[in-house]
C-alpha cells in the first residue's frame, strides 16, 4: 500500500533552518510528480511547493518562494523540503502529497517557528 512518512519537523527560532524529509514507499516514486502542503491552526491546508519526476521543474508559493527548495532523491524515494529564513508564519503542520490521478497524503510532521 502506498506510504508516505514525513520526518525533520520541530522547535526553530526565527531565521533559522530546517528540513523536512518524506519518504515514500508502495509505488513507483520516480513515477509521480511530489508536492508538500501546509496547514496552519484555524486555517485551511495550503500549498507550499511541487517538483516534477525527475527533480528538473520546480514549483513554488509565492509566501515561500526563495526562502525553501524542494527535491528528491528517485534513488532513495525521498522528497525533501529545505526551509530557510523560517518566519512565525511558517508555523503549520507540514505534508508530504503525491500527485497523479489518485492524491495520496503523508501524516504530517509539526513545524513550530518561534523565539
Known amino acids: 500500500q502506498v506510504q508516505l512518512v514525513e520526518s525533520g519537523g520541530g522547535l526553530v527560532q526565527p531565521g533559522g533552518s530546517l528540513r523536512l524529509s518524506c519518504e515514500a514507499s508502495g509505488f513507483t516514486f520516480q513515477n509521480y510528480p511530489m508536492s508538500w502542503y501546509r496547514q496552519a491552526p484555524g486555517k485551511e491546508r495550503e500549498w507550499v511547493a511541487s517538483i516534477r519526476l525527475t527533480g528538473g521543474s520546480t514549483s513554488y508559493a509565492s509566501s515561500v518562494k526563495g526562502r525553501f527548495t524542494i527535491s528528491r532523491d528517485n534513488a532513495k524515494n525521498t522528497v525533501y523540503l529545505q526551509m530557510s529564513s523560517l518566519e512565525p508564519e511558517d508555523t503549520a503542520v507540514y505534508y508530504c502529497?503525491?500527485?497523479?490521478?489518485?492524491?495520496?497524503w503523508g501524516q504530517g510532521t509539526q513545524v513550530t517557528v518561534s523565539s
Open positions: 502529497r503525491r500527485g497523479g490521478s489518485v492524491a495520496y
